[in-house]
């Protein structure tokens, strides 16, 4: 089991440029979750997926789209980066027989200059 | 609204010291609360939880009580190992939403042999 993985680890982006963040599960978990990490404000809830197709907003979806079209993957998307979201980003996943218990992947340390 | 405080950090330890990382919420009604840890360059990882008021969560010798009364979940551990360095952060899940997680900013532990 790989668990939760997250490509690419480092990313640097111009203002205005697009990308898209990857991240992929095998354990078969319904639910998904991004999150992004800035100093002094801990994570906070972007976009989450409660199953393939179904997709809804966190705290600060502006700027990020999500789609989920397979149980594994649940890819987040920058538009047209911004400073702003120099941050962090993070990938969770859990299953519903767990309610309390996410897995998170490694991170993704994104710079847009 | 939704929210998590912890003490600021870094915390600086001595092994075999008595660590307490403080952390309150606000959140209506009776959410469930958590401990996640992060050691460097890994993702978050679950560390203990509490579903209702006086339940005590614990795990690896870390332990943590839900007090209502005065809305804490603070951690606590008996004798800290240089092991134990590591971001901590304070979290609860929406009564109503167990996909939305509420985050503290998190306190990094620093032990020193």
């Known amino acids: 089991n790989a668990g939760v993985t997250q490509t690419p680890k480092f990313q640097v982006l111009k203002t205005g440029q697009s990308m898209t963040l990857q991240c992929a599960q095998d354990?078969?978990?319904?639910?998904m979750s991004w999150y992004r990490q800035d100093p002094g404000m801990g994570l906070r809830l972007i976009h989450y997926?409660?199953?393939?197709?179904?997709?809804d907003q966190g705290e600060v979806p502006n700027g990020y789209n999500v789609s989920r079209s397979t149980t594994e993957d649940f890819p987040l998307r920058l538009l047209s980066a911004a400073p702003s979201q120099t941050s962090v980003y993070f990938c969770?996943?859990?299953?519903?027989?767990?309610?309390?218990?996410?897995?998170f992947g490694p991170g993704t340390r994104l710079t847009v200059t | 609204g939704n929210s998590v405080t912890q003490m600021e950090g870094p915390v600086t330890l001595s092994e075999e010291a008595f660590l307490t990382i403080n952390c309150t919420y606000t959140?209506?009604?009776?959410?469930?609360l958590f401990w996640y840890v992060q050691y460097p360059g890994e993702g978050l990882q679950l560390l203990l939880k509490?579903?209702?008021?006086?339940d005590k969560g614990s795990n690896k010798g870390f332990e943590a009580t839900y007090r209502k009364e005065t809305t804490s979940f603070h951690l606590e551990k008996g004798s800290v190992q240089v092991s134990d360095s590591a971001v901590y952060f304070c979290?609860?899940?929406?009564?109503?939403?167990?996909?939305?997680?509420?985050f503290g900013s998190g306190t990094k532990l620093n032990v020193k042999p």
């Open positions: 969770a996943s859990r299953t519903s027989g767990k309610i309390y218990e996410q897995y």
């Open positions: 354990m078969n978990h319904e639910y």
């Open positions: 997926s409660v199953g393939a197709g179904i997709t």
């Open positions: 959140a209506t009604g009776y959410p469930s």
């Open positions: 509490a579903t209702k008021a006086d």
């Open positions: 979290a609860l899940s929406d009564l109503n939403n167990f996909n939305k997680f509420y």
